[in-house]
Structure formats: structure tokens, C-alpha cells
């Protein structure tokens, strides 16, 4: 079954940190650009990060530049999102996504919540 599943999601305080995991099942996430997307209540999805799958550069939204770092593991399969200094508005629901432009397929993973709290 081909498909992405994040992990990594829940309830963290500001400043405090989480470390989510997108695991692809069924294909090899090294032939896909990969990214991060969030949506906030009432909000649209936004672009969070991505990693391109040829030469590896990412790209930041400037709201969380400094803050958040995505990485890739291709012996797991796996794409993660690190983010530190976490503020409230970054409460979302954070989605994982991987696209292969040339082929024109694209997968979603379900969302994990993301709650920036004291």
C-alpha cells in the first residue's frame, strides 16, 4: 500500500520543541520532492518546508526560518520535521507531502496535530 504516515504530533508548551516523522510505505521517498504543510483552524494549508530529491536543498517559510530544520533519512524512508522554539501559532495540523512532478503523482499523509500551549 503505498502511503505516507506522520507521527511525531501533540501538545508542547512555547519554547519547547517536537520532532515529527513522515514514514513512506510502498515507494522511495528519494524519488520524490518531499515537504511539510500545516492548516490552522480557519486557515489555509500553507508550505512549511520541502527538500528537493535531487540535490537535497530546502526551503523555509520565513515564519519558521531559524526554527524549524527538515531533514531526510533514506535508509528509513523517512522525512522529518525538527521544530524548536515553538510558538502558538504554530498550532496546526501538520501534514506530510511528496510529489514526483514528472510523473504527476503526489501523496498525502493524515495530518498530525500540533498544539502550542502553556
Known amino acids: 500500500q503505498l502511503q505516507l504516515v506522520e507521527s511525531g504530533g501533540g501538545l508542547v508548551q512555547p519554547g519547547g520543541s517536537l520532532r515529527l516523522s513522515c514514514a513512506a510505505s510502498g515507494f522511495a521517498l528519494d524519488d520524490y520532492h518531499t515537504a511539510w504543510f500545516r492548516q490552522a483552524p480557519g486557515k489555509e494549508r500553507e508550505g512549511v518546508s520541502c527538500i528537493s530529491k535531487s540535490d537535497g536543498s530546502t526551503y523555509y517559510a520565513d515564519s519558521v526560518k531559524g526554527r524549524f530544520t527538515i531533514s531526510r533519512d533514506n535508509a528509513k524512508n523517512t522525512v522529518y520535521l525538527q521544530m524548536n522554539s515553538l510558538k502558538p501559532e504554530d498550532t496546526a495540523v501538520y501534514y506530510c507531502?511528496?510529489?514526483?512532478?514528472?510523473?504527476?503523482?503526489?501523496?498525502w499523509g493524515q495530518g498530525t496535530q500540533v498544539t502550542v500551549s502553556s
Open positions: 507531502n511528496a510529489r514526483r512532478p514528472a510523473y504527476g503523482v503526489e501523496y
